[in-house]
C-alpha cells in the first residue's frame, strides 16, 4: 500500500507560482504512474500532469507550458512546479500513485494523497 502527503498548496497571485510536493511512504521508484489531479468546487477531478517510472510525461493542455512534473525516486518525491498560474487553477491538488499501469488514471488501482489547497488570486 501506498501512502502519499502533499504539501505546498496556499494563496498566490495570478501570475505566481507555487511548488507542490508529494511524499511517498515508501520507494517509489517501482511505481510506474505517479501525479497530480485537481479538483475545483462543482467540477470533475481532473488530471493535471503524470510521470511515469522512466520519466514519460503527459500534461492537461490548460497547464502545458506553464507546470512541470518531476519525480525523485531517491527521496520518494514527486514535484509539481506550478508558473503563471491563473484564477482558473485554483482547486484541490491530489497527489496520485499507480504501481501497475501507465498512463495515470482515475481508478481501483489509484492511491491518493489527502489533497492542498491552491488559491489564486485576480
Known amino acids: 500500500q501506498v501512502q502519499l502527503v502533499e504539501s505546498g498548496g496556499g494563496l498566490v497571485q495570478a501570475g505566481g507560482s507555487l511548488r507542490l510536493s508529494c511524499s511517498a511512504s515508501g520507494s517509489i521508484f517501482s511505481i510506474k504512474a505517479m501525479g497530480w489531479y485537481r479538483q475545483a468546487p462543482g467540477k470533475q477531478r481532473e488530471l493535471v500532469a503524470a510521470i511515469s517510472r522512466w520519466g514519460s510525461t503527459n500534461y492537461a493542455d490548460s497547464v502545458k507550458g506553464r507546470f512541470a512534473i518531476s519525480r525523485d525516486n531517491a527521496k520518494n518525491t514527486v514535484n509539481l512546479q506550478m508558473n503563471s498560474l491563473k484564477p482558473e487553477d485554483a482547486a484541490v491538488y491530489y497527489c496520485?500513485?499507480?504501481?501497475?499501469?501507465?498512463?495515470?488514471?482515475?481508478?481501483?488501482?489509484?492511491?491518493w494523497g489527502q489533497g492542498t489547497q491552491v488559491t489564486v488570486s485576480s
Open positions: 496520485a500513485a499507480d504501481p501497475d499501469r501507465w498512463p495515470l488514471v482515475d481508478g481501483t488501482g489509484t492511491y
